[in-house]
T-cell receptor
Framework: NAGVTQTPKFQVLKTGQSMTLQCAQDMNHNSMYWYRQDPGMGLRLIYYSASEGTTDKGEVPNGYNVSRLNKREFSLRLESAAPSQTSVYFC??????????????FGSGTRLTVV | SQQGEEDPQALSIQEGENATMNCSYKTSINNLQWYRQNSGRGLVHLILIRSNEREKHSGRLRVTLDTSKKSSSLLITASRAADTASYFCATDEFYFGTGTSLTVIP
């Protein structure tokens, strides 16, 4: 089925550990995004990639890095995990970035706990 | 932040009733979107309204947009238990609101 695939679905890390969240889309979308969702906070944009080869910071980029590996894949890396990064992470894609008539397609999320 | 804010934060209604939730945002937009999120799942795009539109319908959904007040509303008519979910508004500049949690009681 066409869509956005995230791996892993669940992860527990110890403080200071690193990990990479993977995201892939098969809809030939140009733009991809990483959001985090915390209770009462809605979704907050971490990083986005308007097109292959470009990445830009969102609202809460500190503590994260991203890589747009190719048009399909956009990964999120936590170099040294902190308890404040405990959250649900969502990857999304869209044909283009904002200002056009497209919505986002979301993955099913990665639930990350940092202890 | 251009974050939208939904109101109310939580809403509980009987099956068959209508549900209305509101969204306010802070800056100019080109479009506004509404999403549904079932518990433990990703967000699903419901409807998009452009800044030059005032009202849009899709099945049991009706969205209005008032750019002068920087606000939008989502109306779900004849609600069903399956409509139980959280609903979020989002602007075209990547920002999402905090969501309205809707419970439809059978």
């Amino acid at each position: 089925n066409a869509g956005v695939t995230q791996t892993p679905k669940f992860q527990v890390l110890k403080t200071g550990q690193s990990m990479t969240l993977q995201c892939a889309q098969d809809m030939n979308h140009n733009s991809m995004y990483w959001y985090r969702q915390d209770p009462g906070m809605g979704l907050r944009l971490i990083y986005y990639s308007a097109s292959e080869g470009t990445t830009d910071k969102g609202e809460v980029p500190n503590g994260y890095n991203v890589s747009r590996l190719n048009k399909r894949e956009f990964s999120l890396r936590l170099e040294s995990a902190a308890p404040s990064q405990t959250s649900v992470y969502f990857c999304a894609s869209s044909p283009q970035t904002g200002g056009v008539d497209y919505g986002y397609t979301f993955g099913s999320g990665t639930r990350l706990t940092v202890v | 932040s251009q974050q939208g804010e939904e109101d109310p934060q939580a809403l509980s209604i009987q099956e068959g009733e209508n549900a209305t939730m509101n969204c306010s945002y802070k800056t100019s937009i080109n479009n506004l979107q509404w999403y549904r999120q079932n518990s433990g799942r990703g967000l699903v795009h419901l409807i998009l309204i452009r800044s030059n539109e005032r009202e849009k319908h899709s099945g049991r959904l009706r969205v209005t947009l008032d750019t002068s007040k920087k606000s939008s509303s989502l109306l779900i008519t004849a609600s069903r238990a399956a409509d139980t979910a959280s609903y979020f508004c989002a602007t075209d500049e990547f920002y999402f609101g905090t969501g309205t949690s809707l419970t439809v009681i059978p």
